[in-house]
């Protein structure tokens, strides 16, 4: 199976893209969701979420961190336990994760890889003065580093 392939729809990138203007300056996030195949990953849908960062998430050495929602993003996990059981019952998967990096690159940071799920596709959309550029999408590979993945959209 090709796992460095997210196939998405424009429409798909332009709600990612819309989310992430609409919450500038604070990091937008949601969920991704498709189905997995030899081809890579299709999304099929995407669900925008509420950003519940707040400086009492703690990381993983439980010490508080001092970053708002600006700089990090969370998902509920009862959005998430929702999400799957929406997706399961509809044949899909959660396939991955997507968030906005406000006045930064599209490239993970050391805490997305820290709270990533393997086979999770991350999608990142850079937001630059409120306005939406360049989308990227990573995996980890079998050493939990992020690897790019190629983005095809769908026509």
Not at 103 to 132: F, M, Q, T
Request: aromatic share 8%; net charge negative; glycine share 8%.
């Amino acid at each position: 199976m090709n796992s460095r392939v997210l196939k998405l729809l424009p429409h798909h990138q332009q709600m990612i893209c819309n989310h992430g203007e609409s919450t500038y300056p604070q990091e937008c996030c949601g969920l991704v969701i498709g189905v997995l195949g030899r081809g890579g990953k299709t999304v099929i849908d995407i669900i925008p979420t509420e950003n519940t960062w707040n400086s009492q998430s703690g990381d993983f050495s439980g010490e508080p961190i001092v970053h708002t929602s600006s700089k990090r993003y969370a998902i509920a996990p009862q959005v998430m336990l929702q999400a799957q059981k929406t997706a399961r019952d509809r044949g899909l998967n959660i396939i991955g994760i997507y968030h906005s990096h406000p006045d930064h690159p599209a490239i993970p940071s050391e805490c997305d890889r820290l709270y990533a799920w393997a086979e999770y596709s991350y999608i990142i959309v850079s937001v630059n003065n409120g306005k939406a550029g360049t989308v990227t999408s990573w995996s980890l590979d079998e050493h939990d580093q992020f690897q790019p993945e190629s983005i095809n959209k769908i026509i």
